[in-house]
């Protein structure tokens, strides 16, 4: 039971907020699955989960077609598999999904002299700020426009031009109705809220749609018969403050009336924190790689929280004596920096991938950050620890700029077998070409050999070890060999 507050609740006074809806919110459409659509044309209108493939292993992303199937994001994957026993299951490609991320954002930079990245596939941009400096020390030269909707339109025309992904994007005069407004017209949509519609777009929203507000929040906010926006706004600020605190109180009553005054913030993009540690010697049996994981998370958070920021997905990195790289990860329901669920949630991911070989280093790195953390009661709502498991990786670095599983991806030329490869993968036939993995077999790889310059291409079933197939790098959105951002 909640300590009522004490003494009177402090009315909050109303920000004064623009007068046109020139905050901008953009969202890529599906994100991995549509990267993986693009670059596997045999997939495209198909269903596609992207994820762990293993037993346990958990839906980061889903293509429209999967979830016309009822599959959602972070679903366990044997629930999605059973759902949708069509859908090509992929293991994500993290390479390949920040080379497209960083056309995104700098599509949006052309734009706005003020973007503020929230994630790999989503930003802010205020196209009414004035010139800021750049990184030479010169003022960014991007005049506001007087065509909002024209400019939001070029935004989503030049993304698609460079590198074929559909965004959605929403616009109000706050980031909390903009964010609101790409959710409403989604998937690759437009959506425009000028403050004189801003209430009747806002109210009949279930509050569940409300930034932050998660399942036991909306739950208690149930029994008080708050049900819309159009409900939440009618609550007494002292009703909503005995209910959920203080805090959380007050921001209820803000967002039920769109107060949201936050600036878009210019800030370098930082895609993840963590830290590594390789041993001087071999670290040898499950206990005590667990120990040796225990000893590597306090850096890792220290970085986090000195970052600010909430994480949602926590990767775990583990280097085997024979230079074979290991990633797996949990993906939390909600970002947050509480330290025991994150903890929880590394010990799980390095559960999952059942080291038995000696480990010369291990890594813990936090992606999937967010400024916003889940706003929930203070005694529910602890996070289950479910999170998108991955197959193995021959990747000597980290997935930076994770939100969800780390892919596999080669570094320098590194021989595919059923050991190390996992659909989804990109691999490389001297006589075929380039291609990306379908199945594995323990004596077998299907390989269907296409890219999305090619088109659509044959399948082939490969015996291995015979056949060279070598592990390759993903490609960029021109084509090009994808850098993993550092």
């Known amino acids: 039971m909640r300590t009522p507050a004490v003494g009177p609740v402090p009315v909050p006074v109303a920000p004064r907020l623009r007068d046109r809806p020139s905050i901008l919110h953009m969202d890529a459409d599906a994100f991995f699955a549509s990267v993986e659509q693009l670059q596997k044309p045999s997939l495209a209108g198909k269903p596609v989960l992207v994820g762990g493939v293993g037993g346990r292993g958990v839906v980061a992303a889903a293509s429209y077609e999967a979830r016309a199937y009822g599959v959602r994001s972070a679903m ?29 954002m700098g599509v949006l930079r052309e734009h706005a002299t003020r973007v503020q990245p929230l994630s790999i ?24 426009p007087v065509d909002l909707r024209a400019t939001a339109e070029h935004v989503r025309a030049e993304v698609a031009r460079r590198c074929g992904l559909p965004v959605t994007i929403g616009m109000a005069r706050s980031k909390l109705v903009a964010k609101l407004a790409s959710d409403a017209a989604k998937p690759a ?40 926006v159009a409900d939440l706004r009618a609550q007494r600020l002292d009703v909503l403050v005995e209910l959920t605190g203080q805090a959380q109180g007050t921001l209820l009553h803000a967002m039920a009336r769109g107060w949201d005054d936050r600036p878009v913030e210019v800030t370098r993009e930082v895609k993840s924190v963590g830290a590594e540690r390789t041993f001087a010697a071999d670290v040898v049996g499950r206990a005590e790689v667990r120990g040796a994981l225990e000893r590597v998370l306090p850096a890792a958070l220290g970085r986090l929280h000195r970052s600010g920021a909430a994480a949602r997905t926590v990767v775990v990195k583990v280097r085997l004596a024979d230079f074979t790289t290991l990633t797996r990860s949990t993906t939390l329901p909600h970002p947050t920096s509480d330290e025991g669920p994150l903890r929880t949630a590394a010990l799980a991911a390095l559960e999952a991938a059942e080291v038995a070989a000696p480990v010369r280093l291990l890594g813990v790195s936090f992606h999937g950050l967010s400024e916003h953390a889940q706003l929930t009661l203070a005694l529910d709502e602890e996070p289950t620890g479910e999170g998108a498991t991955t197959g193995m990786s021959s990747d000597d670095e980290e997935p930076d700029g994770a939100d969800e599983a780390s892919a596999p991806t080669a570094d320098g030329p590194v021989l595919a077998t059923p050991h190390n490869t996992s659909p989804g993968m990109d ?15 323990p004596r077998h790889i299907a390989v269907r050999f296409e890219t999305a310059a090619t088109g659509r291409g044959p399948q082939r079933v490969l015996p291995v070890p015979d056949e060279p197939l070598w ?8 084509g090009q060999p994808a850098q993993q951002a550092r």
């Open 76 to 104: 366990p994957m044997a629930r999605a598999r059973r759902l949708c026993p069509t859908a090509a299951v992929l293991v994500p490609r993290f390479d390949a999904y920040s080379a497209f991320s960083a056309v995104l």
């Open 121 to 144: 596939d989503e930003a802010f941009a205020d196209l009414d700020a004035g010139p800021v400096e750049g990184e030479d020390g010169a003022p960014a030269l991007v005049r506001p």
């Open 189 to 228: 949509g437009l959506l425009v809220v000028p403050p004189e519609d801003e209430d009747g777009f806002l109210l009949p929203l279930p509050v569940r749609a409300l930034w932050g507000v998660g399942p036991a929040t909306a739950a208690a906010l149930d029994r008080v018969g708050v049900r819309t």
């Open 427 to 441: 691999v490389e036939h001297p006589e075929h070409g380039r291609g990306w993995v379908v199945a594995v077999r």
């Open 471 to 478: 592990l390759v790098g993903a490609l960029g959105p021109d």
